[in-house]
Nanobody, 124 residues
Framework: QVQLVESGGGLVQAGGSLRLSCAASGRAFSTYAVGWFRQGPGMEREFVAHINRNNNIYYGDSVKGRFTISRDNNKNTVALQMNNLKPEDTAVYYC??????????????????WGQGTQVTVSS
């Protein structure tokens, strides 16, 4: 069983940057695929980025070219570097993990383990 804790959220002006971190506890974190999702007010949970155990990476269309996902298995962390932030990026950001890496990585139901979320607010 893995437990996830997100950090790094906050308030930033449009065009600014934030770096989110997802810290995992438990063994064999390197075998997990990890995804970032976000949920804005009144919105459905949206896929942001995914990195699997082989460091294959995928992004949602709305963040391509602006966000970068990376992992450090020695530190049991996955980071989400967010640049050129826009007001529409405002949301609670969640990291999620699964030991079963499937083609359905954009679906939140593919991840059994979730963090509590961290708020990101981008002002215009």
């Amino acid at each position: 069983q893995v437990q996830l804790v997100e950090s790094g959220g906050g308030l930033v002006q449009a065009g600014g940057s934030l770096r989110l971190s997802c810290a995992a506890s438990g063994r064999a974190f390197s075998t997990y695929a990890v995804g970032w999702f976000r949920q804005g007010p009144g919105m459905e949970r949206e896929f942001v980025a995914h990195i699997n155990r082989n460091n294959n990476i995928y992004y949602g269309d709305s963040v391509k070219g602006r966000f970068t996902i990376s992992r450090d298995n020695n530190k049991n962390t996955v980071a989400l570097q967010m640049n050129n932030l826009k007001p529409e990026d405002t949301a609670v950001y969640y990291c999620a993990a699964t030991t079963y890496d499937s083609r359905w990585y954009t679906q939140s139901s593919s991840y059994p383990h979730w963090g509590q979320g961290t708020q990101v607010t981008v002002s215009s």
